[in-house]
C-alpha cells in the first residue's frame, strides 16, 4: 500500500513538472528523450535497490549521486528524469518531517551526479565493491 501511494505521488509530481513541449519536440524527433527519460528512471530505481540491499551506513549519499550520475549519462531525458524523481524524493521525505540538512545534502550529492561529478566522492569506506 505504501509502494503505491509512493507511485502515485512520484506520477503526480512527474506531471506537475513536465516540459511537455520537450517531450512533444522530442516524440517528433524519434522519442529520444523520452526513450532516456525511461532508462533515466530505471537507473534510479536500480541505486534505489542497490541502497536498499546495500543497507551500510553512511552510503545513502553515494546511491543518490550514482543514481543521478548513471542517468544523467544518457542524455538531456535521463538528466530531466533524475531531477524530477530526486526532487519529488527529496519533497516527500520532508512530509515526513526529516531535516533540512539532510535534505540539502541529498540535494548537493543528487546535482553533483547529475552534472557529471564522480558518484565515489560520496562512496563511505568499507562498501562492497559490488556496488
Known amino acids: 500500500m505504501r509502494l503505491s501511494i509512493c507511485l502515485m505521488l512520484l506520477s503526480f509530481a512527474l506531471c506537475a513538472n513536465a516540459d511537455w513541449s520537450g517531450i512533444r519536440d522530442s516524440l517528433r524527433r524519434g522519442g529520444a528523450f523520452v526513450r532516456d527519460a525511461v532508462g533515466g528512471a530505471k537507473d534510479m530505481y536500480r541505486a534505489y ?18 543514481g543521478n550520475y548513471e542517468a544523467a549519462q544518457r542524455g538531456p531525458g535521463g538528466a530531466w528524469a533524475a531531477k524530477v524523481i530526486s526532487d519529488a524524493r527529496e519533497r516527500i ?30 562512496r563511505p569506506a568499507g562498501l562492497p565493491h559490488k556496488y
Open 49 to 66: 535497490q542497490d541502497m536498499r540491499e546495500a543497507n551500510y551506513i553512511g552510503a545513502d549519499k553515494y546511491f543518490h549521486a550514482r
Open 93 to 122: 521525505q520532508g512530509w515526513t518531517g526529516r531535516g533540512a540538512d539532510d535534505t540539502a545534502a541529498d540535494q548537493a550529492a543528487n546535482a553533483w551526479g547529475r552534472n557529471g561529478g564522480d558518484p565515489n566522492r560520496y
